[in-house]
Each structure stands twice: as structure tokens, then as C-alpha cells.
């Protein structure tokens, strides 16, 4: 069975600093991953996916994430964080496991401080 | 683009009340959830649908029905509202169940049980 962590129910950051939103996943076969994030009432939007084809891969809105077997991570981060990156964030791990399930993180909510 | 279409967006039941929350889409895809959201819990699977006619339950299904008599139409129906399905309900569709598609969300219904 698989899970994901997320690290960090709550992430303040400067206007202009680095975001690092923390995931963790446990699979025993290979993942899929994915980054989405909420903005107030609103419902989930893509971000990014790791497929396999790539360990670090960028998504919208200046976001990447990197794909590290060996820490079971896949953190996304930003390099400068802008005050519309304020939302709730989740990371989902999708692996087969009878039928393909799709699990999702308990979210991590990001504030940008001016 | 549409996409995915919940109504209503907000409303308020008293217990014991019943309602049918709705949810379609328009890029003719097969497979479609439920989810239900709270505070600090993530998203959890309520129902899923693989095709028209065909429907299972996720992880919380307890309280709730579904049904899928066709591909763009997947209505959620609580028969006895009570105050723990008091949530932000989601429902999401996909291309297919292969692990690497993402799920693309409605706006989401909110819903309190007084």
C-alpha cells in the first residue's frame, strides 16, 4: 500500500525567498507523483507529475520538483516566492496496487509574507 | 472550457434532510470520483465510477450513494444528513485510472449539516 507525508501543515515564507514544500511518499512499486494546489475556493489544479521520464520536473508557475528514490522525496520548490503563490498546496502519490490508487497528502498551506 | 461542473456551490441542511449534490463534465471522461475535505485531513474517497453504470466505494463511503448512468453526469446523494458530513465535497474525473493521469477537480460544493 502506498502513502505520502507531507511535512509542514503550515509554511510562512518571504515575498522573494525560497519555497520548499516537503512530500514524502511510501510505495513498494514504482510511483507516480503529483503536485496540486488549492487556491481559496477553489478545487485542485495540476502543478506537476513525475512519470518516470525525468527526476526533476517543472511545472507551472516558476515550480519544480525533484524525484529522489533513494529519500523517497519529492519536494517542490520555487525559487522566489511571489504573493500569489498563497494557497494550500498537495502533494499525491498514484501507484498500482490491484487497480491504480490515488493518494493525497494532508495538504500544506503557504503563506507569503510582504 | 468547462471542464469539470459542481452545483450548488454552497448549502446549509438540517439533519435528517436529504439532497443530491451535482457534479458533470465535458471532456468525455471515463472514470470519476468524490471526495470529501476537512480541515487538516486531506481529501478522502468517497466513490469512484470506471464508466456509465459502474460505481464502487473509496475509503469513506458510509452515508453517501452514487450513481453514473452517463459518462458526464455523476451526482452525489445524501439520504440523512447528519452533522460529520459537514465538508467541502469535490469531485474530480480523468482520462483513465493509468497511474500517470492527473484528476481535474470541480470547485467544490460546501456543504453544513445544523
Known amino acids: 500500500a502506498q502513502s505520502v507525508t507531507q511535512l509542514g501543515s503550515h509554511v510562512s515564507v518571504s515575498e522573494g525567498a525560497l519555497v520548499l514544500l516537503r512530500c514524502n511518499y511510501s510505495s513498494s512499486v514504482p510511483p507516480y507523483l503529483f503536485w496540486y494546489v488549492q487556491y481559496p475556493n477553489q478545487g485542485l489544479q495540476l502543478l506537476l507529475k513525475y512519470t518516470s521520464a525525468a527526476t526533476l520536473v517543472k511545472g507551472i508557475n516558476g515550480f519544480e520538483a525533484e524525484f529522489k528514490k533513494s529519500e523517497t522525496s519529492f519536494h517542490l520548490t520555487k525559487p522566489s516566492a511571489h504573493m500569489s503563490d498563497a494557497a494550500e498546496y498537495f502533494c499525491a502519490v498514484s501507484a498500482l496496487s490491484g487497480t491504480y490508487k490515488y493518494i493525497f497528502g494532508t495538504g500544506t498551506r503557504l503563506k507569503v509574507l510582504a | ?114
Open chain 2, 1 to 114: 472550457n468547462a471542464g469539470v461542473t459542481q452545483t450548488p456551490k454552497f448549502r446549509i441542511l438540517k439533519i435528517g434532510q436529504s439532497m443530491t449534490l451535482q457534479c458533470t463534465q465535458d471532456m468525455n471522461h471515463n472514470y470519476m470520483y468524490w471526495y470529501r475535505q476537512d480541515p487538516g485531513m486531506g481529501l478522502k474517497l468517497i466513490y469512484y465510477s470506471v464508466g456509465a453504470g459502474i460505481t464502487d466505494k473509496g475509503e469513506v463511503p458510509n452515508g453517501y450513494n452514487v450513481s453514473r448512468s452517463t459518462t458526464e453526469d455523476f451526482p452525489l446523494r445524501l439520504e440523512l444528513a447528519a452533522p460529520s458530513q459537514t465538508s467541502v465535497y469535490f469531485c474530480a474525473s480523468s482520462y483513465s485510472q493509468q497511474g500517470n493521469q492527473p484528476q481535474h477537480f470541480g470547485d467544490g460544493t460546501r456543504l453544513s449539516i445544523l
